[in-house]
């Protein structure tokens, strides 16, 4: 029989215990602002990313790979990498284009002045208005298109703050804390599932940013490439239209080169720590295989 958590009762006043345990203990903390100096680089391009191929941030990758597969060249990009778990984004050239120092984080150099847009679901809008693409333009469709763009940036901090965050990274396994978010992940899921019983995408019949923003997240989890095992654990394989659609979109080429950017982990050959060019992905290859012979 599992021993419940020893009780807690709230100080009257919070106060803050940076080594309290967990993944991110070290790194998380209750202000704002940058920690130390540090600028970011900057590449040739117009569009620079400072980012991390997690969920969030490979949502931008991916939209960028899939703006360039349609032949936007305007759209190509430098990546740079900002390590989370190392503080990068703390740094003082991080905070001035996001001072909320969270991945990812977009400067568009092509302005008069320099545009920093930050939160990746702003990101989306922005690139797909900018060049015309992955956005409907009719009215129902677009609305619809951008209610489940919401949705996504709405519903994620439950399944990543939440459900990932208790069932991967704390420090005790509460099962008070797993318990109520994965009824609300599975809850999710199911609400997936109905809307893409009848439907390919998203919004109907057309690929949009709103599959792209849900996908790495939702998408990956049922696909078994998060979270220790979690699929099992919420029985994605019985969400069977999600399956249906996390499957399609992990075949798209745009989706895989995106989901290879900014990733300092894993299999060495998902790995492209920096993006400038198209070609960094054949490179990244034969770099690979030189290493394994």
């Known amino acids: 029989m599992e021993t419940p958590p020893s009780p807690y009762t709230p100080p009257k006043v919070w106060q803050w215990e940076a080594e309290n345990g967990g993944t991110w203990a070290s790194i998380n903390r209750p202000i704002a602002g940058p920690t130390h100096d540090q600028a970011l680089p900057v590449g040739q391009h117009p569009l620079q990313l400072y980012s991390l191929a997690t969920p969030n941030g490979q949502k931008v990758t991916i939209l960028l790979e899939e703006l360039l597969a349609l032949g936007i060249t305007a ?14 984004q703390f740094g003082s050239g991080f905070v001035a284009v996001n001072p909320n120092s969270k991945i990812p984080a977009l400067v568009d150099r092509s302005t008069t002045l320099p545009t920093r847009v930050f939160e990746s679901g702003s990101i989306l809008l922005y690139l797909a208005e900018k060049f015309g693409a992955l956005l409907p ?21 439950y399944l990543g703050g939440g459900f990932g965050h208790f069932y991967s990274y704390a420090p ?26 009848d439907k390919p995408y998203m919004g109907g019949d057309e690929y949009t940013i709103a599959d792209i923003a849900i996908w790495p997240w939702y998408g990956a989890l049922v696909l078994n490439r998060m979270y220790d095992n979690a699929a099992e654990f919420l029985e994605a394989s019985s969400y069977t239209h999600v399956m249906r659609w996390a499957e399609a979109i992990a075949a798209r080429p745009a989706v895989q080169r995106g989901r290879m950017v900014n990733r300092t982990w894993g299999l060495p050959e998902e790995q492209l720590h920096e993006r400038h060019a198209a070609s960094d992905f054949d490179t990244q290859t034969q770099d690979k295989i030189g290493t394994a012979d």
């Open 75 to 88: 759209a190509e990009y430098d990546a740079y990498p900002i390590k989370i778990n190392a503080g990068d």
């Open 172 to 197: 005790t396994k509460i099962k008070y804390c797993i318990d109520r978010f994965a009824m609300e992940s599975k809850r999710q899921l199911d609400v997936l599932d109905r809307h893409l019983a």
């Open 137 to 157: 333009t009719a009215p129902a469709q677009r609305t619809e298109c951008l209610s489940w763009l919401f949705w996504q940036m709405g519903s994620a901090p």
